[in-house]
T-cell receptor, first 115, second 108 residues
Framework: DTAVSQTPKYLVTQMGNDKSIKCEQN?????MYWYKQDSKKFLKIMFS???????INETVPNRFSPKSPDKAHLNLHINSLELGDSAVYFC??????????????FGQGTRLTVV | QKEVEQNSGPLSVPEGAIASLNCTYS??????FFWYRQYSGKSPELIMF????GDKEDGRFTAQLNKASQYVSLLIRDSQPSDSATYLC????????FGSGTRLSIRP
Protein backbone atom coordinates (compact mmCIF):
# COMPACT_ATOMS: atom_id res chain seq x y z
CA ASP A 1 0.00 0.00 0.00
CA THR A 2 1.36 3.41 -0.98
CA ALA A 3 1.94 5.54 2.12
CA VAL A 4 1.70 8.98 0.45
CA SER A 5 0.00 9.04 -2.91
CA GLN A 6 -0.44 11.92 -5.32
CA THR A 7 -2.50 12.20 -8.45
CA PRO A 8 -1.89 12.81 -11.24
CA LYS A 9 1.73 11.81 -11.76
CA TYR A 10 2.01 13.92 -14.90
CA LEU A 11 0.05 17.03 -15.81
CA VAL A 12 0.46 18.99 -19.03
CA THR A 13 -1.72 22.04 -19.42
CA GLN A 14 -1.92 25.40 -21.14
CA MET A 15 -1.15 28.75 -19.61
CA GLY A 16 -4.12 30.34 -17.93
CA ASN A 17 -5.80 27.05 -17.00
CA ASP A 18 -6.77 26.01 -13.46
CA LYS A 19 -5.64 22.61 -12.20
CA SER A 20 -5.62 20.57 -9.00
CA ILE A 21 -3.25 17.99 -7.56
CA LYS A 22 -4.53 15.58 -4.93
CA CYS A 23 -2.61 14.01 -2.08
CA GLU A 24 -3.58 11.37 0.43
CA GLN A 25 -1.60 9.67 3.19
CA ASN A 26 -2.58 6.48 5.01
CA UNK A 27 0.09 6.70 7.70
CA UNK A 28 -2.08 8.40 10.29
CA UNK A 29 0.24 11.41 10.30
CA UNK A 30 -0.86 14.78 11.65
CA UNK A 31 1.18 16.98 9.34
CA MET A 32 1.22 17.32 5.57
CA TYR A 33 3.25 19.49 3.22
CA TRP A 34 3.54 20.68 -0.34
CA TYR A 35 6.99 21.17 -1.82
CA LYS A 36 7.99 22.49 -5.23
CA GLN A 37 11.13 21.16 -6.91
CA ASP A 38 12.41 23.20 -9.82
CA SER A 39 14.67 22.14 -12.68
CA LYS A 40 17.76 22.72 -10.53
CA LYS A 41 16.46 20.18 -8.01
CA PHE A 42 15.87 22.81 -5.34
CA LEU A 43 13.12 21.51 -3.06
CA LYS A 44 11.22 24.44 -1.57
CA ILE A 45 8.45 24.23 1.00
CA MET A 46 5.19 25.88 0.00
CA PHE A 47 2.64 24.94 2.64
CA SER A 48 2.36 22.93 5.81
CA UNK A 49 -0.85 21.77 7.46
CA UNK A 50 -1.20 20.26 10.92
CA UNK A 51 -4.49 18.54 11.69
CA UNK A 52 -6.20 20.36 8.81
CA UNK A 53 -4.92 23.76 9.92
CA UNK A 54 -2.54 25.87 7.86
CA UNK A 55 0.72 26.27 9.76
CA ILE A 56 3.23 27.38 7.17
CA ASN A 57 2.49 29.49 4.13
CA GLU A 58 5.70 30.47 2.42
CA THR A 59 5.88 33.29 -0.08
CA VAL A 60 3.70 31.61 -2.66
CA PRO A 61 1.47 33.45 -5.16
CA ASN A 62 -2.21 33.64 -4.24
CA ARG A 63 -2.93 31.55 -7.31
CA PHE A 64 -1.88 28.54 -5.21
CA SER A 65 -4.50 27.47 -2.71
CA PRO A 66 -4.17 24.36 -0.55
CA LYS A 67 -7.19 22.61 0.90
CA SER A 68 -7.23 20.00 3.64
CA PRO A 69 -10.66 18.38 4.05
CA ASP A 70 -9.25 16.07 6.71
CA LYS A 71 -5.84 15.30 8.10
CA ALA A 72 -5.26 12.49 5.61
CA HIS A 73 -5.73 14.73 2.56
CA LEU A 74 -4.04 17.86 1.31
CA ASN A 75 -4.92 19.05 -2.16
CA LEU A 76 -3.31 21.86 -4.13
CA HIS A 77 -5.31 24.02 -6.51
CA ILE A 78 -3.53 26.33 -8.91
CA ASN A 79 -5.34 29.11 -10.77
CA SER A 80 -4.24 30.88 -13.94
CA LEU A 81 -1.23 28.67 -14.52
CA GLU A 82 1.97 30.32 -15.72
CA LEU A 83 5.04 28.95 -17.50
CA GLY A 84 7.10 29.41 -14.33
CA ASP A 85 4.81 27.03 -12.46
CA SER A 86 6.34 24.13 -14.38
CA ALA A 87 8.06 21.94 -11.80
CA VAL A 88 7.67 18.74 -9.85
CA TYR A 89 5.32 19.14 -6.89
CA PHE A 90 5.82 16.79 -3.96
CA CYS A 91 3.36 16.11 -1.22
CA UNK A 92 4.83 14.85 2.07
CA UNK A 93 3.64 13.91 5.53
CA UNK A 94 5.21 13.51 8.94
CA UNK A 95 3.87 12.21 12.26
CA UNK A 96 3.78 15.71 13.75
CA UNK A 97 5.15 19.16 13.09
CA UNK A 98 8.75 18.63 12.15
CA UNK A 99 10.87 18.67 15.23
CA UNK A 100 13.42 16.34 16.62
CA UNK A 101 13.97 13.39 14.39
CA UNK A 102 10.59 13.14 12.69
CA UNK A 103 11.17 12.52 9.03
CA UNK A 104 9.03 13.51 6.09
CA UNK A 105 7.63 10.80 3.82
CA PHE A 106 7.23 11.90 0.24
CA GLY A 107 4.72 11.08 -2.44
CA GLN A 108 5.96 10.14 -5.89
CA GLY A 109 5.62 13.68 -7.20
CA THR A 110 3.51 15.38 -9.85
CA ARG A 111 5.39 16.69 -12.86
CA LEU A 112 3.51 19.79 -13.99
CA THR A 113 4.32 21.21 -17.41
CA VAL A 114 2.71 24.45 -18.48
CA VAL A 115 2.84 25.16 -22.20
CA GLN B 1 22.56 33.64 1.62
CA LYS B 2 20.71 30.37 1.17
CA GLU B 3 19.54 28.72 4.37
CA VAL B 4 21.07 25.35 3.45
CA GLU B 5 23.99 25.24 1.05
CA GLN B 6 25.43 22.30 -0.80
CA ASN B 7 27.89 21.96 -3.66
CA SER B 8 25.76 21.01 -6.65
CA GLY B 9 28.45 18.73 -8.10
CA PRO B 10 28.57 16.48 -9.92
CA LEU B 11 30.86 14.67 -7.55
CA SER B 12 32.53 11.72 -9.26
CA VAL B 13 33.95 8.96 -7.07
CA PRO B 14 35.42 5.60 -8.13
CA GLU B 15 33.60 2.48 -7.04
CA GLY B 16 34.80 1.26 -3.64
CA ALA B 17 36.08 4.67 -2.54
CA ILE B 18 34.63 7.00 0.11
CA ALA B 19 32.21 9.67 -1.08
CA SER B 20 32.10 12.80 1.08
CA LEU B 21 29.14 15.16 0.84
CA ASN B 22 29.05 18.48 2.67
CA CYS B 23 26.38 20.89 3.78
CA THR B 24 26.31 24.17 5.70
CA TYR B 25 23.28 25.85 7.22
CA SER B 26 22.53 29.34 8.49
CA UNK B 27 19.79 28.89 11.10
CA UNK B 28 21.37 28.27 14.50
CA UNK B 29 17.94 27.24 15.76
CA UNK B 30 18.04 24.13 13.58
CA UNK B 31 17.53 21.08 15.71
CA UNK B 32 17.69 18.11 13.40
CA PHE B 33 19.55 17.36 10.24
CA PHE B 34 18.63 14.94 7.51
CA TRP B 35 20.18 13.40 4.45
CA TYR B 36 17.80 12.35 1.71
CA ARG B 37 18.70 10.44 -1.43
CA GLN B 38 16.82 11.16 -4.63
CA TYR B 39 17.17 9.05 -7.74
CA SER B 40 16.35 10.73 -11.05
CA GLY B 41 12.61 10.97 -11.52
CA LYS B 42 11.88 9.62 -8.05
CA SER B 43 10.90 11.13 -4.72
CA PRO B 44 13.39 11.86 -1.92
CA GLU B 45 13.91 9.09 0.63
CA LEU B 46 15.49 9.52 4.04
CA ILE B 47 18.79 7.73 4.57
CA MET B 48 20.14 9.36 7.74
CA PHE B 49 19.21 11.85 10.41
CA UNK B 50 21.35 13.32 13.16
CA UNK B 51 20.69 15.80 15.96
CA UNK B 52 23.68 15.53 18.27
CA UNK B 53 27.18 16.78 17.60
CA GLY B 54 29.55 14.08 16.45
CA ASP B 55 29.22 11.06 14.21
CA LYS B 56 26.36 8.69 13.58
CA GLU B 57 26.96 5.51 11.65
CA ASP B 58 24.46 3.30 9.83
CA GLY B 59 25.96 0.61 7.65
CA ARG B 60 28.07 2.24 4.96
CA PHE B 61 26.77 5.70 5.83
CA THR B 62 28.17 8.08 8.46
CA ALA B 63 26.62 11.45 9.21
CA GLN B 64 28.74 14.05 10.96
CA LEU B 65 27.41 17.15 12.69
CA ASN B 66 29.24 20.19 13.99
CA LYS B 67 26.75 22.74 15.31
CA ALA B 68 29.43 25.29 16.23
CA SER B 69 30.55 25.39 12.60
CA GLN B 70 26.98 24.88 11.30
CA TYR B 71 28.20 22.03 9.19
CA VAL B 72 26.84 18.57 8.48
CA SER B 73 28.35 15.94 6.22
CA LEU B 74 27.62 12.48 4.89
CA LEU B 75 30.29 9.88 4.22
CA ILE B 76 29.51 6.85 2.06
CA ARG B 77 32.06 4.07 2.40
CA ASP B 78 32.67 1.41 -0.24
CA SER B 79 30.72 3.43 -2.81
CA GLN B 80 28.56 1.41 -5.18
CA PRO B 81 27.10 2.37 -8.57
CA SER B 82 23.67 2.19 -6.92
CA ASP B 83 24.73 5.13 -4.72
CA SER B 84 24.68 7.39 -7.81
CA ALA B 85 21.91 9.88 -7.05
CA THR B 86 21.31 13.41 -5.81
CA TYR B 87 21.79 13.80 -2.07
CA LEU B 88 19.71 16.45 -0.34
CA CYS B 89 20.73 17.92 2.98
CA UNK B 90 17.89 19.24 5.13
CA UNK B 91 17.55 20.97 8.48
CA UNK B 92 14.53 21.43 10.69
CA UNK B 93 13.54 24.00 13.25
CA UNK B 94 9.87 24.90 12.82
CA UNK B 95 9.92 23.53 9.27
CA UNK B 96 12.22 21.45 7.16
CA UNK B 97 14.48 23.33 4.75
CA PHE B 98 16.30 21.55 1.95
CA GLY B 99 19.53 22.34 0.18
CA SER B 100 19.68 22.18 -3.58
CA GLY B 101 21.38 18.79 -3.52
CA THR B 102 24.70 17.32 -4.61
CA ARG B 103 24.73 15.02 -7.60
CA LEU B 104 26.94 11.99 -6.87
CA SER B 105 28.21 9.72 -9.61
CA ILE B 106 30.01 6.47 -8.80
CA ARG B 107 32.18 5.35 -11.69
CA PRO B 108 32.92 1.60 -12.07
Amino acid sequence: DTAVSQTPKYLVTQMGNDKSIKCEQNLGHDTMYWYKQDSKKFLKIMFSYNNKELIINETVPNRFSPKSPDKAHLNLHINSLELGDSAVYFCASSPRLLQGNTEAFFGQGTRLTVV
Amino acid sequence: QKEVEQNSGPLSVPEGAIASLNCTYSDRGSQSFFWYRQYSGKSPELIMFIYSNGDKEDGRFTAQLNKASQYVSLLIRDSQPSDSATYLCATSASKIIFGSGTRLSIRP
